[in-house]
């Protein structure tokens, strides 16, 4: 059995994310939709303080590229979005194995409301016939018939959650965003193709199927770190694994200083004698989404890089230890780091509000020039850019300062 190092650890999971080496040459629409096949998954989220969430995934991956790009993905059927790590775009060859949920949604406690679907049956069959004869609606068609504005989500328009049940029981999908509002249509327009009875995967294939889109995914996997990325049922994994491992598909390694079995997903089996001889390392210097596949599951992030992250944009401020919106900072095959951003648009200016360095991390000349580089770079893909700094090291503000 191979011996690793955590670092090598480490760059091969970055190695999976597509965040070994920075990008080669400008981004094409293709990349956009392999990069996405390459983590499974992308999460979706609506704060825009910088760039949505999916749009910086992807830029710290691809560089420059139209987020357009991902809109035509989606409105095209090559990505669909459903329930999977949280509401995420997915390749459409998923479809099958998400279909279950769609025809069980039981399981899925609000995200179904089966005692909303219940109480309001009749109602949520009309709409969906309607759409059925008149077309795509988004929940903005709608208005409260009361005049109230709602301020929260047990009252929002009643349209708005029927949407959201068909969506999840799947007799509607989204078949395009339009400014990011969803745009719903039944899914047999958005997915003609698709017949159940043909096309459904047997169910016994769904959790080895979604195991190993897992694993290639992270690149390094443990028992207790498979059931997050597609929201399993919460247990370990490890008989599951070990199958995998004897089917050729995951290969075991030792992690110098884990306790727990760990596993390299087969598909980076060419880069696994780099890893051996500790050669192996990533040379990107980029910022990260908070909903990043990287630091989305906190025990992993904590384990993999020493990294204790808490997306604090649902923490009352007062409560709040490094900002509204930080942004982790992955430097060459480590997290150093933290910055609070806002993009001020009409201004033109991308804020670092404040810079958060990781204990025991030296920022020195050559940290700073790499990091500013970075941030220079993200604020230009913003349109916003004029670097601003309030709170942060002061070899980065000569950094950023600098040509």
């Not at 005692?115 to 709608?142: M, T, Y």
């Not at 500790?278 to 908070?290: A, E, F, G, I, Y």
Request: charged share 30%; with cysteine; net charge neutral.
């Amino acid at each position: 059995m191979l011996t690793l190092s955590p670092a090598a650890a480490r760059a091969l999971h970055l190695a999976a994310q597509g965040l070994l080496t920075p990008p080669r040459r400008k981004a094409t629409k293709a990349d956009v939709l392999d990069t996405i096949r390459r983590m499974a998954q992308l999460q979706i989220d609506t704060i825009h303080v910088v760039a949505r969430s999916p749009y910086l995934v992807l830029f710290s991956r691809l560089g420059d590229f139209s987020p357009q790009w991902l809109d035509e993905h989606l409105a095209e059927a090559r990505l669909f979005e459903y329930w999977s790590h949280e509401a995420c775009f997915l390749p459409v060859e998923q479809f099958g194995l998400m279909r279950y949920k769609m025809l069980d949604p039981s399981g899925m406690g609000w995200k179904y409301a089966a005692e909303w679907h219940e109480q309001n049956r009749p109602e949520i069959e009309r709409l969906l016939a309607r759409i059925r004869e008149e077309g795509p609606v988004k929940s903005a068609d709608f208005v409260r018939e009361d005049g109230v504005k709602g301020n929260g989500w047990w009252d929002r328009k009643p349209e708005k959650r029927h949407l959201e049940v068909l969506f999840t029981t799947g007799d509607l999908m989204v078949s395009e965003r339009r400014n990011f509002q969803r745009v719903y249509d039944v899914r047999e327009r958005v997915l003609p193709g698709w017949d159940d009875t043909r096309d459904l995967p047997p169910r016994e294939a769904v959790l080895p199927a979604l195991l190993d889109y897992t694993c290639r995914a992270l690149g390094v996997v443990r028992a207790d770190w498979v059931a997050d990325y597609y929201r399993l049922p919460r247990r370990s994994y490890r008989a599951e694994l070990e199958q995998l491992a004897d089917a050729g598909d995951l290969i075991p390694v030792a992690i110098d200083d884990w306790k727990e079995p760990a596993y390299v997903h087969r598909s980076l089996e060419a880069l696994l004698p780099a890893a051996e001889a500790d050669t192996l390392r990533s040379t990107v210097t980029t910022l990260l989404s908070p909903f990043d596949p990287v630091v989305w599951d906190r025990r992993r992030a904590s384990t993999l890089f020493g990294f204790d992250y808490t997306i604090e944009c649902y923490t009352p401020e007062h409560k709040r230890r490094y900002g509204y919106f930080c942004l982790p900072v992955l430097h060459r095959g480590r997290l150093v780091g933290r910055v609070d951003a806002k993009a001020h648009r009409t201004l033109r200016t991308f804020e670092l509000k404040a810079v958060h360095v990781e204990p025991g991390v030296r920022f020195g000349t050559g940290l700073a020039a790499d990091v500013a580089k970075a941030v220079k770079k993200l604020a230009a893909w913003h349109g916003t850019p004029e670097v601003t700094t309030r709170h942060a090291p002061p070899e980065l503000v000569k950094a950023l300062a600098g040509d």
